[in-house]
Structure formats: structure tokens, C-alpha cells
Nanobody, 116 residues
Framework: QVQLVESGGGLVQAGGSLRLSCLAS????????LGWYRQAPGKQRELVAA???????NYVESVKGRFTISRDNNKNTVYLQMNSLQPEDTAVYYC??????????WGQGTQVTVSS
């Protein structure tokens, strides 16, 4: 059973930083693609950043230069470093793992609130 547990969300002022973590269990982490998504109230869930099993990285345009995704295969953890946060970054952030057989697993989400 694959489980993903996010942490690191919270309330921060505009311009501040947060680092999200997602700890995975029950999967061959190093062989998995990983992504961070977010969903703001009344909006669809969107991909924020992703890192493939091969190390390729991509970001949504709105976070380029501010957010950094990274993975530590020894710790089964994927991170999202978020700098220069803006009120429009307010959302519930979810991590997703896609395993070798292309099955998707989601965490429970962590709330990020950026005040102006």
C-alpha cells in the first residue's frame, strides 16, 4: 500500500518562504515520477512542479524562478521549496507519485496560505 504524507504547509506573509515535504512509503521511490499539485478554492487542481524518475524537472510558468522541486531517493522524500510567495499561491498542495506501472497515488494535501 502506497502512502504519501505531506508536511510543511502553513501561513506566511507575501514574500516569505515555505518548504513542503512529501514522504512516501510502500513504493519503489527511485523508480517513480513525482509531482506537486495545488488546488485553490473554486479552481481546478493544477500541476506546479514535477520531477521524473530520470531527474527531468518542469514547472508551471507562474512559479518558475520562485519554486524548486527536489527529491531524495535515500529518504523517499520529495520537496518543494517555495520562495517569494504571493497571495495567489494560496492553495492546498498535494504530492503525487506515479509508479513503474503508471498508477497514481496522492497525499492528503497540506494548506498553504499567503497573506498580503
Amino acid at each position: 500500500q502506497v502512502q504519501l504524507v505531506e508536511s510543511g504547509g502553513g501561513l506566511v506573509q507575501a514574500g516569505g518562504s515555505l518548504r513542503l515535504s512529501c514522504l512516501a512509503s510502500g513504493s519503489i521511490f527511485s523508480h517513480s515520477d513525482l509531482g506537486w499539485y495545488r488546488q485553490a478554492p473554486g479552481k481546478q487542481r493544477e500541476l506546479v512542479a514535477a520531477v521524473t524518475r530520470g531527474g527531468s524537472i518542469n514547472y508551471v510558468e507562474s512559479v518558475k524562478g520562485r519554486f524548486t522541486i527536489s527529491r531524495d531517493n535515500n529518504k523517499n522524500t520529495v520537496y518543494l521549496q517555495m520562495n517569494s510567495l504571493q497571495p495567489e499561491d494560496t492553495a492546498v498542495y498535494y504530492c503525487k507519485l506515479t509508479n513503474t506501472w503508471w498508477a497514481d497515488y496522492w497525499g492528503q494535501g497540506t494548506q498553504v496560505t499567503v497573506s498580503s
